[in-house]
Structures are given as C-alpha cells and as structure tokens.
C-alpha cells in the first residue's frame, strides 16, 4: 500500500515532549483552535460528513492504549496491524516500535502529513501512511491481525460503518482494541457489532491522566473484538 500521506499543511502547530512505553516521545501538532476557526460549510467534505479536526490533539485515550500495546510486545511483534483514525500517528508509532508491520490510515490528509512528520522526529520507520474512509475500505478481506483505535466513536452514526469496517479487515484470529473515554455513544458501536460476526469484551478499565493537568483522569476503557465462532464471512468463502 503507497504511503499517501500529504505535505505539511500550513497550520500553525507546536510540540508536545512526553514520557511513555519507556522512552521519550516528541508529536508535532496542529493548533486545534486555529482549525476550528478555518473551518467553514465551504470546506470539502463538509456537508457530507462535517469532518472536525479532533485528529489535532493526543486525547487521553491514545495515552492508555499506547501503554496496552507496550504491555503486548509480543503479540504485535511481526504482525499486520492498523491503527484506525490514526491522527497524529502516535499509536502506530507505538506499535511499529514494538515490532509490529504498521499501517496508520485516517481520513484526514492533514492528519496523516503530521504524522509523517512525528515518526521523522521519534526515528520511527517503517509505518505505512494512507487515507482510507471507514466505509469504503481499500484493504483486502482479513488480511490485519491486530487493529487498534483511540476515540473515534463520538457520534451514533459511526457505528455501523466502523463494525462493517473491522469486519472486513480482521484475519479469522484476528483482534481489535478500541479505547474510549466513557461516552455514551459507543453502546452503539458494540450492539452493532454481533450483526457483524463479532464479539466484544472489556479488556481493561484505566484512569489516564491527560498530558494538559486537570483536576481528575480521564476514566478510559479498553474493549476488545474478535470474530465469533462459527459465524460465516466474506473471508471464510
């Protein structure tokens, strides 16, 4: 899959410095405000989807599933992964740290050309950059072993097209974990999920404390998905 990743857009952007998985991290990052204020109902895209920026930011959740793939090395090491609405690319910097064979896809060219950047200034190679929509998958039918996701469910209509999406790329073993931060909302994306063949259990519950100190950490959770036995799909044949 080509590296689709775009050139740095002109945003005003700065840099974050922080310790996690055992070594130090540098993440360039857009100015989420700025964005904001330059969107408008005449950007591409808008009146489709109403894309935010939320990919600007490392969001609590990314934090905590960073330390759940650090803590499982050896069950990403040499495997086909992808990291889903990869924003920053921090996680899929993570992953193909730790060994794994690394696809970072978002929707966002901005997002991804930011993320091109961070694995330059962490010495991170070998993650593969690409745009790719959730609901029109360029990959090929169960061909990722481990796929995970930070935060990407915050509006109810993401739900049956995320399902439908991992679905498609998860090898017959294959795993996805998808953090969250306690929204109300993602219940939709797990009663959907058994429509689509898989099954969904909490992995772990860990109160994460946000990079930008605040009063409480943020009460993340970990949820893991798999195929359900027996059931037939398109990788089946």
């Given amino acids: ?23 130090s991290w540098r993440l ?20 489709e989807d109403e894309r935010l920026p939320y990919w600007a930011d490392l969001w609590p959740s990314s934090l905590a599933l960073a330390a759940w793939l650090a803590a499982r090395r050896a069950d990403i090491a040499d495997r086909a992964c992808l990291d889903v609405g990869c924003g920053l690319g ?34 991170v190679s070998g993650v593969t950059w690409t745009i790719m929509d959730w609901r029109a998958p360029t990959l090929e039918p169960g061909v990722i072993d ?7 469910v915050y509006e109810q209509r993401f739900a049956a097209p995320v399902a439908a ?7 017959t073993d294959g795993a996805a974990w998808i953090a969250e931060p306690g929204r ?5 994306l797990l009663d959907e999920l058994p429509a689509h063949g ?15 100190p605040q009063a409480v950490p943020v009460p993340v959770t970990i949820w893991e998905i798999r195929r359900r036995p027996n059931f037939k799909t398109a990788i089946d044949g």
């Fill in 1 to 23: 899959m080509a590296d689709s990743a775009a050139p740095v857009p002109s945003l005003s952007a700065s840099e974050l410095c922080f310790e996690a998985c055992g070594r």
């Fill in 28 to 47: 360039r990052r857009a100015d989420l405000e700025a964005l904001w204020t330059a969107m408008s109902e005449d950007d591409p895209g808008w009146q």
């Fill in 90 to 123: 921090f996680t899929a910097l993570v992953g193909q740290w730790l060994g794994g064979r690394v696809t970072g896809m978002d929707y966002d060219a901005d997002a991804l050309a930011y993320a091109r950047i961070n694995a330059e200034l962490n010495a």
């Fill in 146 to 152: 481990r796929a995970w996701a930070a935060d990407i």
């Fill in 165 to 171: 999406f991992l679905a498609h790329i998860l090898a």
């Fill in 184 to 188: 109300a909302v993602f219940r939709a």
């Fill in 198 to 212: 898989l099954s969904f259990s909490k992995a772990c519950f860990t109160p994460t404390w946000p990079l930008t």
